[in-house]
């Protein structure tokens, strides 16, 4: 059962969570399903740190836009005439309609339902019907902006002012998969998926490789991890295979390596949660996301992005072999999916309990303790 929502940020709750991983219990199963905690998940969490909204590719021209969200607050991203990428609340300022749905190209954000029009920069340049209104000032209606950053090709959008830089929250992160050379590498996919669990759930599955050899026995075998020493605002491991893990296990390396690779990269496919809800994998001769969007305490947008490094996407057969790669994702994926939804049915029990972790568990409460910690420092 839940507390009260006043209570539940009782650091008692969480005792058992901060204690060593292999001493430690998952979180109380009301964290999965309440809404009042998803409400203080959204406001701490995801309203105070940087998320990964997409990648700059997606938008290469001026007026190229993707309407997005960060735990379901619309979103806007768009090219201006520039080529800076920026981002704004994807509200009108006349009364509140969202402006831009999906993606696209556009001459002016042009609000469908009084025709309010908003340039790239989000001035709003012309207002049809408002000579009368009295005091009414163009330059006090301008679309919220956000702060948008990016990292090697990767935007990432932050609510609070306050917050630190994305290069100082994303730690050493670079150091560990810089070498991939991202901000070359082309976007060719993204697939959306409808997941009814709690976006945690989906982090948290793919943090662990303790369900690899059950739950994708036939697609990807068994693959062993080694955790990462890990600084700022992600944790992950490397699984130290040869081929690409972009492919299932009877596949043969379909693509040459990436050239650039070097160093910690060549030892294997790095593994990665980017917190709070972006899963990201690099490996020899491509890069996967995930980006885990809650749609309210046990529901979930899964978009799978992928991308190839550009000489790749060129060569004559990129489309009928990239087709093996996409089999390995849609495969696995459909699994994690269906794993997820299962483990969110039994935790909406009011009789599920906390449970104890396995030592190929330690991301599980890598995820669990950074969550915990931001929730009661908030
Ligand atoms: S709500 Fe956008 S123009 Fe009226
Ligand atoms: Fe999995």
Redesign the pocket.
């Known amino acids: 059962m839940s507390p009260a929502a006043a209570d539940m940020l009782d650091p008692a709750h969480f005792a058992n969570v901060l204690k060593p991983p292999l001493e430690a219990e998952s979180l109380p199963a009301w964290c999965y399903t309440d809404p009042d905690f998803h409400r203080l998940e959204i406001e701490r969490l995801f309203m105070k740190v940087w998320n990964f909204v997409g990648r700059d590719d997606l938008m290469p021209n001026p007026g190229d836009y993707l309407a997005t969200d960060v735990a379901s607050i619309p979103i806007i991203l768009i090219r201006d005439k520039d080529g800076t990428a920026r981002a704004f609340a994807n509200s ?1 300022r ?4 969202q ?1 831009l749905t999906g993606e696209g190209n556009c001459k002016a954000i042009v ?1 469908p ?4 029009a908003f340039d790239f920069d989000g001035a709003l340049v012309s207002v049809p019907g408002m000579d009368e209104t009295v005091g009414f000032d163009k330059d006090d209606h301008a679309l919220i902006p956000l702060r948008l950053e990016s990292w090697a090709g990767f935007l990432f959008v932050n609510f609070d002012a306050k917050a630190e830089s994305l290069a100082d929250y994303l730690g050493t992160l670079s150091d560990h998969i810089g070498s991939y050379n991202f901000p070359d590498m082309v976007t060719t996919r993204r697939k959306v998926w409808d997941v009814a669990c709690n976006w945690k759930v989906y982090l948290e599955n793919q943090r662990e490789s303790y369900h690899v050899p059950i739950v994708h026995r036939e697609s990807l075998g068994d693959q062993v991890a080694t955790p990462l020493d890990q600084e700022g605002a992600w944790s992950g491991s490397l699984i130290p295979v040869e081929q690409t893990a972009g492919v299932m296990k009877d596949e043969t390396t379909p693509f040459p390596p990436i050239k650039s690779l070097a160093g910690e990269a060549l030892e294997g496919s790095h593994f990665l949660g980017l917190y709070p809800s972006t899963y990201f994998v690099a490996t020899t001769d491509c890069f996967w996301w995930m980006e885990i969007k809650p749609r309210g305490p046990a529901r979930i947008e899964l978009v799978v992005g992928s991308g190839f490094p550009r000489e790749t996407v060129a060569r004559d057969d990129f489309e009928s072999v990239v087709e093996r790669y996409y089999r390995r994702w849609d495969t696995s994926h459909k699994e994690d999916n269906d794993i997820c939804e299962l483990q969110q049915a039994g935790l909406t029990s009011p009789l599920a309990l906390p449970g104890r972790l396995a030592r190929r568990e330690r991301g599980v409460n890598a995820v669990d303790r950074w969550i915990v910690e931001r929730m009661l420092a908030a």
């Not at 339902?113 to 309010?116: A, I, L, P, V």
């Open positions: 009108c006349h009364r509140g309609t402006l609000c339902y009084h025709g309010w």
